[in-house]
């Protein structure tokens, strides 16, 4: 019972949500606050629980998309179908609802907590577009695709929101290093943004027989897959582009040039490479599953970077 409960709140890509949330703090912001004797706006305890909040109202998501899928799933992926089959759909609704309020009570205690109220905002902020992804906007094309990704780069960005008043010290007090940071959390939220808009898009083409019969109206619904295999490229080549930008970046300026140099060329773009090659010929929803595992590869891979960064520096 309890793997299956993993299973239906991805526990892996949760484990990704909090890794992304860990490393931006410990190994980007911390470093410069310690070197300006700047004390973070959180604790250590108190950034746990904003993590956790952020798990919880994403592990609720899983849950809820697979509740409104559970009919579409039945053809895309019987043998991964965990409602129902392990798990009620009464059992999955209940922890639902008990992760929404554990998460909006945390975030509340969060709040009072640091004295700031704005972090509570953040909880429907996150949890209401994601029960409308579910319900409604992941069968509008694109629509569901940005809101993804959005809530991707923003896993990023609630870190830097959070930390903002110790931020303002360190901008205060070294610009520069201010300034480096927030480039930073730009880049990685612009990394998770085109990578997830990229995998989601290749998602669509491998669950279209499945979204055809139940009235989806995803990209390769309406405009075909030819035209939908184009769009994720474009994604794909973006990414790319940006990559091939922070290689540039480190030939220029980096101290750990052959470290970084490696890992980016190595973890990341020959996997993106790869993952563009394979796209470019997947015709069945085998071909496009195996284009999205790459890109989920490429997507913990760039998370990674953050911890070999702050290693090598």
């Known amino acids: 019972m309890l793997v299956a409960f993993l299973r239906l709140l991805r526990f892996p890509n949760l484990i990704i949500v909090g890794l992304t949330q860990y490393l931006l703090r410990y190994c980007i912001l911390e470093p410069y606050y310690t070197a300006q004797n700047i004390t973070p706006a959180l604790t250590d305890f108190e950034f746990f629980l904003l993590v956790f909040t952020t798990i919880i109202i994403a592990g609720a998501g899983y849950i809820v998309n697979d509740l409104y899928d559970y009919e579409i799933d039945k053809i895309n992926k019987p043998h991964k179908q965990i409602i129902d ?62 809101l993804i990704a959005v809530f991707c780069a923003m896993v990023a960005v609630l870190v830097l929101f959070a930390e903002r008043e110790a931020y303002a010290e360190l901008l205060e007090a070294s610009p520069t290093s201010a300034t480096y940071v927030y480039f930073i959390f730009l880049g990685y939220a612009n990394f998770a943004f085109y990578s997830t808009m990229f995998r989601e898009i290749v998602k669509d083409m491998e669950d279209v027989s499945g979204d055809q019969q139940y009235d989806c109206k995803t990209l390769p619904i309406i405009l075909g897959i030819r035209k939908t295999r184009f769009i994720a490229g474009v994604f794909g080549l973006i990414l790319l582009g940006f990559l091939f930008y922070l290689t540039y970046l480190h030939w220029l300026y980096s101290d750990f040039m052959m470290a970084g140099l490696l890992y980016l060329i190595v973890g990341i773009i020959l996997p993106l490479l790869y993952a563009l090659g394979r796209l470019a010929v997947a015709e069945d929803a085998g071909g496009f599953a195996r284009v999205s595992g790459l890109a989920k590869w490429v997507m913990l891979s760039g998370i990674l970077y953050l911890g070999v960064y702050w290693m090598m520096g």
């Open 85 to 146: 089959n392990q798990i009620s759909k009464g059992a999955a609704w209940r922890w639902y609802y008990i992760l929404n309020m554990l998460g909006l009570l945390i975030a509340v205690f969060v709040a009072w907590r640091v004295e700031n109220l704005p972090l509570v905002l953040l909880f429907p902020l996150f949890a209401v577009p994601l029960w409308l992804y579910s319900y409604h906007l992941k069968k509008v094309a694109l629509l569901g695709n940005l």
